[in-house]
């Protein structure tokens, strides 16, 4: 596995169920991505958006605040990110934090250090 969707709703996507561009569209808390080298991985959170470019690799998942709203109708690459109360956030990124799918990571990528991991 080298990434998984975590969703407000407590479902998940990752590149087992099916490509990045199938993943539902909007909800997205965070994602865990595995680095090219298979042992390091990083949670993506606390933006709006999530993408994996055209042009990229499968691991080459970044995030970014704001793209403008009109492509959201156009663009399946692009995930969007949802606001939550704080402990609802909290909850979510503790699951991806502590995914037994993935390894366990001293420097995850977050913009938030409440979670040890």
């Given at each position: 596995?080298?990434?998984?969707?975590?969703?407000?709703?407590?479902?998940?996507?990752?590149?087992?169920?099916?490509?990045?561009?199938?993943?539902?569209?909007?909800?997205?808390?965070?994602?865990?991505?595995?680095?090219?080298?298979?042992?390091?991985?990083?949670?993506?959170?606390?933006?709006?958006?999530?993408?994996?470019?055209?042009?990229?690799?499968?691991?080459?998942?970044?995030?970014?605040?704001?793209?403008?709203?009109?492509?959201?109708?156009?663009?399946?690459?692009l995930k969007h990110g949802v606001g939550l109360?704080?402990?609802?956030?909290?909850?979510?990124?503790?699951?991806?934090?502590?995914?037994?799918?993935?390894?366990?990571?001293?420097?995850?990528?977050?913009?938030?250090?409440?979670?040890?991991?």
């Amino acid at each position: 596995m080298d990434w998984r969707v975590y969703y407000a709703d407590g479902s998940t996507w990752d590149d087992q169920v099916g490509p990045w561009e199938d993943a539902p569209v909007d909800g997205v808390v965070c994602v865990n991505v595995l680095t090219k080298d298979g042992f390091v991985r990083y949670t993506l959170n606390g933006l709006n958006f999530y993408y994996l470019p055209e042009d990229a690799e499968g691991t080459d998942i970044t995030h970014t605040n704001d793209i403008g709203p009109q492509l959201r109708k156009r663009c399946r690459w692009l995930k969007h990110g949802v606001g939550l109360s704080r402990e609802k956030w909290q909850d979510v990124l503790e699951r991806a934090t502590h995914d037994p799918d993935f390894p366990h990571s001293r420097h995850p990528m977050r913009r938030s250090t409440d979670c040890e991991g």
